[in-house]
């Protein structure tokens, strides 16, 4: 076996196991989050502070009854969680973790770069897998054989399209800064400070990171809240709201096929977190610390950085399910089409003019 | 044999039926469905003639919007569950197999002539080439495609909106 | 010839090891749990009455025209990457010639939003 094909299983084998403890970790936070900023104490009796109910929520599904609905289509009912849950594993593939790590072994230096796999379309790739996720909710919906399933089912994906357009479009402005698809190329297209041709501005933003997110504060909302629509979490997430059309597009869900809809749902909220830091705050980029700390905390420092900045946003997708009220379904497909991608290609346009000038020069010079 | 011939062949015979999957299966979501794995293999082979743009531009466009469309368009209309009676068509299939393998046949062979084994991109990152070629050889071709997907969308606009004097009190 | 798409082998593995254990978990779901199906257990839920009527209801074609519009943006979505890459080398003529694109899809988003497809519920 060559040395290539051990570093790809070895990768595949780290990811998949952060992805899943990261996923534990994080339904266990959201509901001790939602239950402080409710007044009430949440989850605190399986293991210390609550740790384990996930895993005993997790245990307890796998052994209740798998009701299939006698008018249920077998196969789609059975395909529909298992293309919910794989293309979450595949997203957080793309996400680097770190600059590259140089290892000397068998007296040959390696690079590894900390990443599962850089892609030169990564952004595509993203998108493309976000797109996949749409399936698992129309299959769903359709194959229960029941009409509030099938409801459920075509508004949430309905909705999830919409949200998807506004998402590409927002990227745009970031792939011009970056001027590559690849996430590796972003993220390294992030570091150091800005900088402005007026000497004064120069003074005061030369203590700013280069983040995309100071030139692109505008791309910055749209995307964000474009994934939270695309995730369907409150506020928008009409379509699996107990109080409206019973459970959306999982009613005729049960046992352990729900528990996969249920993590998917966290693992893409994960996987959002972690692109929009790495889209827009910069990544593994921050300092290291060299002088100050021992050399392998160099290597942990952009591993850390990144784990932060998606702490923080993750932080702010629960805050914002225990704060904001639902929206109904016009106002949420009024929201994405007439005001999202209007803006989104407009702040492109404006983007690319402010990109051609700096680069170009006025146009009659 | 190398290990990318295998692939390859593999890619190939898993793509051959689900082909044939979606053709004679009498279940109209299944046929949806399977023609979903068909464009990801399709998607695979792109991969592996290394334009990684189109493949994943394949699943994008072609797994993530149109057949959601189609899907769309089935379930809002009719969304049969199980078996179809008539999509089965028993009387023609004889000659429907042999008109289908001789296109199939004459169009391989224009193929196979036509390109005879030229090698297009060489080097570099094929996204960056197809910007390139896009916008400055085919600029002409590429301001008519905007011009196609508007009529396209005023097209499909036109044809499913509501008349407005015909809109009754009751509409929710 | 593995070393030019490690990154895809890399993203094989993922799927392949993500199917198998996602699998591996239905399988001993599937040895653990009970399994006593009865002719009332699997009727389709309808708020706890007797269902009524087939697995389908009318919806609206509204729905339609949301895929129709998406798939329209999508496509300019995919346009719009490859210029994105190359903006250096094709100056402004570039810049002009996808602002004319994003135009003229936008007109169609405008007449769209205009003839009320996108207003209502849903």
């Known amino acids: 076996m060559s040395i290539e094909l051990i570093i790809s299983l070895v990768k595949a084998n780290i990811v998949l196991a952060v992805l899943l403890t990261n996923t534990i970790l994080l339904i266990w936070f959201e509901r001790k989050v939602v239950a402080g900023m409710q007044s009430r104490v949440g989850p605190d009796r399986a293991g210390p502070f609550g740790i384990l109910q996930t895993l005993a929520d997790a245990i307890k599904l796998l052994l209740k009854e798998q009701i299939l609905p006698s008018k249920a289509d077998r196969a789609m009912y059975l395909l529909a969680p298992l293309i919910a849950l794989v293309p979450s594993f595949l997203i957080f593939m793309i996400i680097p973790l770190g600059p590259d790590i140089t290892v000397e072994w068998q007296n040959a230096l390696y690079t590894i770069p900390l990443v599962g796999a850089d892609l030169n379309v990564g952004v595509l790739y993203f998108l493309a897998l976000s797109s996949i996720a749409v399936y698992s909710v129309v299959l769903a919906g359709w194959s229960s054989g029941s009409k509030y399933p099938l409801l459920g089912g075509v508004r949430a994906s309905a909705q999830m399209i919409s ?105 893409n909220m994960f996987n959002m977190c972690a692109i929009t830091a790495t889209f827009f705050l910069g990544g593994w980029l921050g300092p290291t610390f060299e002088g100050i700390l021992p050399p392998i905390f160099s290597v942990i420092m952009p591993i850390i950085w990144l784990g932060v900045k998606t702490f923080l946003l993750l932080f702010v997708f629960v805050w914002i399910r225990a704060t904001l009220p639902r929206l109904r ?13 209007p803006l989104s290609l407009v702040w492109l346009i404006l983007s690319a003019i402010v990109l051609g000038l700096r680069e170009f020069g006025l146009p009659w010079s | 044999m190398e290990i990318f011939e295998i692939v390859t062949y593999f890619v190939l015979l898993l793509l051959v039926s689900t082909a044939v999957r979606v053709v004679t299966t009498s279940n109209v979501i299944h046929a949806a469905i399977s023609l979903v794995f068909t464009l990801a293999l399709t998607s695979v082979l792109f991969l592996l003639l290394s334009t990684e ?29 199980g078996k179809n009676a008539e999509l089965d068509n028993d009387k023609n299939k004889k000659l429907g197999a042999a008109i289908a393998g001789s296109i199939f046949f004459l169009f391989s062979y224009i193929l196979v002539n036509g390109f005879d ?56 | ?24 978990l ?44 998406f798939v329209i943006f999508d496509v300019e979505a995919v346009f719009i990457f490859p210029w994105a890459i190359n903006l250096e080398k094709l100056g402004y003529f570039g810049l002009i010639e996808m602002f004319v694109f994003i135009f003229i899809l936008l007109i169609g988003l405008i007449y769209a939003i205009r003839k009320d497809v996108l207003k209502w519920e849903s």
């Open chain 3, 26 to 69: 239905l399988g001993v779901a599937s040895v653990l749990r009970p399994n006593k199906p009865y002719a009332e257990k699997l009727q389709t839920y309808e708020c706890g009455v007797d269902p009524v009527g087939t697995g389908w209801s009318q919806t609206y074609v509204r729905y339609y025209i949301f895929g129709l519009l």
């Open chain 3, 1 to 24: 010839m593995i070393s030019y798409f490690q990154d895809y082998v890399t993203i094989g593995a993922v799927l392949g090891f993500g199917l198998f254990l996602v699998v591996l």
């Open chain 2, 53 to 81: 743009f189109v493949a994943l531009v394949l699943v994008l466009v072609y797994i993530g919007a149109v057949i959601v469309l189609f899907l769309f368009g089935i379930m809002i209309t009719r969304a049969p569950l």
């Open chain 2, 117 to 172: 084994g030229e090698v297009i991109i060489t080097s570099g990152s094929s996204t960056e080439l197809l910007g390139e070629i896009l916008l400055s050889r085919f600029v002409f071709p590429f301001e008519l495609v905007s011009f196609v997907l508007l009529a396209a969308l005023i097209g499909g606009i036109t044809l499913a909106r509501k008349d407005e004097a015909l809109i009754d009190e009751d509409q929710v």
């Open chain 1, 329 to 341: 379904y016009d106002q949420l497909m009024e929201l994405g089409w007439k005001r999202m991608i």
């Open chain 1, 163 to 267: 949200y998807e357009a506004a998402m590409g479009l927002a990227l745009v402005p970031v792939i011009l800064y970056s001027g590559s698809l690849s996430l590796v190329d972003i993220v390294n297209s992030q570091s150091g400070n800005l900088s402005s041709s007026i000497p004064i501005l120069n003074t005061i933003v030369s203590f700013i990171p280069k983040w995309n997110i100071f030139p692109q504060f505008v791309a910055f909302g749209i995307f964000f809240i474009a994934a939270v629509a695309e995730v369907n979490r409150a506020p928008f997430d009409l379509v699996e709201a107990e109080q409206e059309l019973v459970g959306g597009f999982h009613t005729e869900y049960s046992g352990f096929r729900f528990a996969m809809f249920f993590l998917a749902e966290y693992i």
